[in-house]
C-alpha cells in the first residue's frame, strides 16, 4: 500500500493549551508530510484564546478541523469525539502537551502497514515526570492487570493508532463513561508496540492533578472487572469468620472458665475494625452503583458548542503544507 492510498487522521484533546496548539500543529505537519492526512483540534472547555488559534488553523490549512465542546468534559470524551468525527483509514491520538513526539508515527503506521490493527506507543520517563507520577502509574497498572479480566498494556498513554474498524467498534458502544485504555485491551484486536522517550512539557502545566489521577484510576478498575465486588465479598466472608471466633472464644472464656473476657479494648478494636471493612465494601458497591445510575440516564458524553466545516482529504493526492509560521 503506498502513502498516498490511506487518510491519517490525527486527534489532538486539548484544554488551555493555547501556547502549544501551533507547535504540536508544526510537529505533526513535520511528520505528517508523506501522507495524506488530516489534524482534528479536540478543545474540552477551554477558558483560554485556544479558539481562536483553532479557527485561524481552519482558515489556513484545509487539513486541520477542530471540535469545540460547551465546557469540559474529560479527556476520554475528548479522544471518543475526535475518533467519531475521524474521516481517516488510521487514526491516531496524541496529547497537545508536546510530551509525546509526533516523530513517531510514522514507526507506528510502519507496524500498522506490517497487519497492527492497534499499536500501543510506550513512554519511557526519564527525567520527564516525578518520581510519585511514575511509580504510581506503575503500581496502578499492576493493580489494574490484576483485577482485568483480560490483559491490560502496562505504562499505556493515550498515544496510539488505531485501525478504521477499531474506531468503528467505539463509534457503535452505547455505554457513556468509556475507558479506552481498558477498551482496546477487551477488543482483542492485534497489537504492536513502538517505545519513544517521554518529552518534558515545554508550555504551560498539567491538567492532571492528582484528584484528576485518582478519579481517571478508579473509573479505569471499575470499567474493565466486577472483580473488585467479588474482592468486597471475600472480605467480608474473612471478617465474619473472624468475627465469629472471636464470639466462639468470648462464649468459652464466659461459661468454661474463671477468666474475664477483656472489656473495652476489644470492643473498641473489634467495631472500628468492621465499620472500616464495611465502609470499604459499601464505596466499592456505591461506586458501581453510581456507574449504573448514569449510565441509566442515556445523557451524551458531550456537547459540542461549534465545528469547523470537515474536509475530507483527497486520496489521490498527499496533502504538502508548509512549516507553519511564527504567529
Known amino acids: 500500500m503506498g502513502k498516498s492510498d490511506f487518510i491519517v487522521s490525527v486527534i489532538v484533546p486539548c484544554y488551555n493549551e493555547a501556547e502549544n496548539i501551533s507547535l504540536i500543529v508544526r510537529e505533526l505537519q513535520k511528520a505528517l508530510t508523506p501522507y495524506v492526512y488530516e489534524i482534528v483540534l479536540v478543545d474540552d472547555g477551554s ?4 479558539r481562536v488559534i483553532y479557527e485561524q ?5 484545509p487539513e486541520i478541523n477542530y471540535i469545540c465542546f460547551t465546557r469540559n468534559f474529560g479527556h476520554q470524551a475528548a479522544l471518543q469525539a475526535g475518533i467519531c468525527h475521524a474521516n481517516g483509514d488510521v487514526i491516531i491520538t496524541i496529547d497537545a502537551d508536546l510530551q509525546q513526539p509526533p516523530s ?4 507506528m503506521i ?18 520527564s515526570v516525578s518520581w510519585f507520577k511514575k511509580h504510581s502509574s506503575s503500581l496502578f497498572y499492576k493493580l489494574l492487570d490484576q483485577l482485568s479480566d483480560y490483559p491490560v498494556v502496562k505504562s499505556s498513554n493515550d498515544y496510539r493508532l488505531i485501525d478504521k474498524k477499531v474506531a468503528e467498534v467505539i463509534r457503535k458502544l452505547p455505554e457513556n463513561h468509556l475507558y479506552l485504555r481498558g477498551l482496546y485491551s477487551w477488543m482483542g484486536f492485534g497489537k504492536s508496540f513502538v517505545e519513544y522517550e517521554h518529552l518534558k512539557r515545554i508550555n504551560g502545566k498539567t491538567h492532571y492533578p492528582l484528584h484528576k489521577m485518582v478519579r481517571l484510576a478508579l473509573n479505569g478498575i471499575t470499567s474493565v472487572s466486577i472483580k473488585p465486588l467479588r474482592l468486597a465479598l471475600v472480605l467480608g466472608l474473612f471478617v465474619s469468620m473472624i ?8 462464649l468459652y472464656l464466659a461459661f468454661f472458665t474463671d477468666k474475664v473476657v477483656p ?9 472500628v475494625f468492621l465499620a472500616g471493612m464495611q465502609l470499604i465494601v459499601l464505596g466499592i458497591i456505591g461506586e458501581y452503583l453510581g456507574k449504573l445510575f448514569m449510565e441509566n440516564k442515556r445523557r451524551p458524553n458531550y456537547i459540542i458548542l461549534d465545528k469547523s466545516v470537515a474536509t475530507v482529504p483527497d486520496k489521490k493526492a498527499v496533502l504538502l503544507t508548509d ?5
Not at 510502519?110 to 513512554?123: K, Q
Not at 512549516?323 to 504567529?327: K, M
Open 47 to 50: 477558558t483560554d484564546d485556544s
Open 57 to 61: 488553523l481552519a482558515c489556513r490549512y
Open 104 to 107: 513517531v508515527i510514522p514507526r
Open 110 to 127: 510502519d507496524r500498522w502497514l506490517g497487519g497492527a490493527e492497534i499499536v500501543e506507543a510506550i513512554p519511557v520517563y526519564v527525567n
Open 243 to 250: 468475627a465469629f471466633i472471636i464470639v466462639v472464644w468470648a
Open 263 to 271: 472489656g473495652w479494648t476489644s470492643t473498641i478494636v473489634s467495631t
Open 323 to 327: 512549516d507553519l509560521a511564527t504567529e
